[in-house]
């Protein structure tokens, strides 16, 4: 019978005891992980302590893991001129765990396989138009920012998206080369840049921590930390947490027809980048709850030349969460971007719902200016319990 790693310490700390009495005349009690142990006061003790571990006491304590980690935020403190830079690099780093990110080349490297969420705000340069790209290996386009009014006014637009990626990928932001581009920025930082890893293809091919672990002022071997949440037990019996998460995007327009009311009808999209569980239909558009709990959504849309753009994020039947609306019919051909969180129970849905009159439109084509994208923060309870029985 395999014991638990608490049960095994409680076990050879009392056989410990029982050769060497005099380690409780020279010792005071403590608690470890919920377990009363005996803390040794003097130096032989405490070598006495880890030989007996060592030697004596072979402690079947499955392996330990990390949940691999890789995050980065980045920002721009000036202004670039398309056709002198073409990736945008950046001047502050604010965040870069694991260090997969540098900042003079601009460019991220994947190093754990999985699903990534990027987000990036770029700022508009004045009497210039804005094109910027998210960059996969350099050649696949996956969504971007753009405006097309070459205006005398500063702006900002965003966008962000979930992305499959392998060890070696490269993921980078993409200025358009042409003089009548730019992007600006200044002290205020303007331009930014982040992403991290939301969920790790897998746990297997993932290197064993050693279990020399020791919570501070105590070195017990085969012993876990107690409540450091950065470790689990790896083995049989492991369990992962419920996943469920997606991004899509259009390459194409959604114009509005209708000159009276209708059934309202979900965005539809024809390009997955990620969905894991299944549980985005890109033919219908909607997104259906599997494991409750905390959800967040993202979505970016374009504004179409001439008509007005308005898009809801409704679940259920209609119900309206968010939205982003700009009634201008210029022509200039613009992004909104909106993102919340929602709590969820199992079975609503989630979609976005354009605005189908006539005069109101969403512009996309294969620069992928329209995305929607969403994931689960925190699973409730039911979702662990049911995941993990």
């Not at 409680?10 to 005349?25: G, I, K």
């Not at 770029?122 to 998210?134: A, D, H, N, R, T």
């Not at 966008?159 to 200025?175: G, R």
């Not at 390459?251 to 024809?270: H, I, N, P, V, Y």
Request: glycine share 8%.
């Amino acid at each position: 019978m395999i014991l638990t790693a608490e049960t095994q310490c409680t076990h050879a700390f009392r056989r410990l005891a029982s050769v060497r009495p005099d380690l409780q005349t020279h010792a005071e009690t403590i608690r470890y992980a919920g377990v009363i142990v005996w803390r040794p006061c003097r130096t032989e003790s405490v070598l006495a302590l880890l030989i007996y571990l060592g030697c004596v006491t072979p402690l079947h304590i499955g392996p330990m893991i990390t949940s691999p980690r890789s995050a980065f935020s980045a920002t721009r403190s000036s202004s670039a001129l398309g056709g002198i830079q073409q990736t945008v690099t950046f001047d502050r780093l604010l965040v870069n765990i694991g260090d997969d990110f540098n900042p003079d080349t601009g460019r991220f490297r994947c190093r754990f396989p999985g699903a990534y969420y990027f987000s990036f705000t770029v700022g508009k340069f004045p009497e210039k138009m804005l094109s910027v790209m998210l960059v996969k290996n350099g050649l696949e386009v996956q969504a971007m920012a753009f405006d097309g009014f070459r205006n005398q006014g500063r702006k900002v637009h965003s966008q962000s998206v979930m992305i499959s990626l392998k060890p070696m990928d490269t993921v980078y932001l993409l200025l358009q080369e042409s003089p009548n581009y730019a992007i600006y920025s200044n002290v205020g930082q303007y331009i930014t840049f982040s992403g991290y890893l939301v969920y790790p293809e897998s746990t297997s091919s993932l290197g064993y921590l050693s279990n020399h672990l020791s919570p501070p002022g105590l070195h017990l071997p085969g012993c876990p930390p107690p409540g450091d949440p950065q470790y689990t037990w790896g083995g049989r019996g492991a369990h992962e947490e419920p996943r469920s998460a997606f991004s899509v995007a259009r390459t194409s327009s959604a114009l509005g027809k209708s000159k009276g009311r209708r059934e309202r009808e979900a965005l539809t999209f024809d390009v997955e980048y990620v969905n894991i569980g299944g549980h985005f239909n890109k033919t219908s558009g909607r997104f259906t709850c599997h494991f409750p709990g905390a959800y967040y959504f993202a979505f970016t849309v374009g504004k179409h030349p001439r008509r007005a753009v308005s898009v809801k994020l409704m679940t259920g039947r209609g119900e309206v969460k968010a939205m982003v609306f700009d009634e201008d019919t210029s022509r200039r051909r613009e992004m909104q971007s909106q993102s919340l969180l929602l709590a969820l129970r199992r079975g609503e849905t989630v979609w976005l719902y354009s605005q189908q009159e006539e005069g109101y439109a969403v512009y996309s084509n294969q620069g992928r200016f329209t995305t929607f994208s969403g994931f689960l923060v925190y699973p409730d309870s039911e979702s662990l319990d049911r995941n993990f029985s």
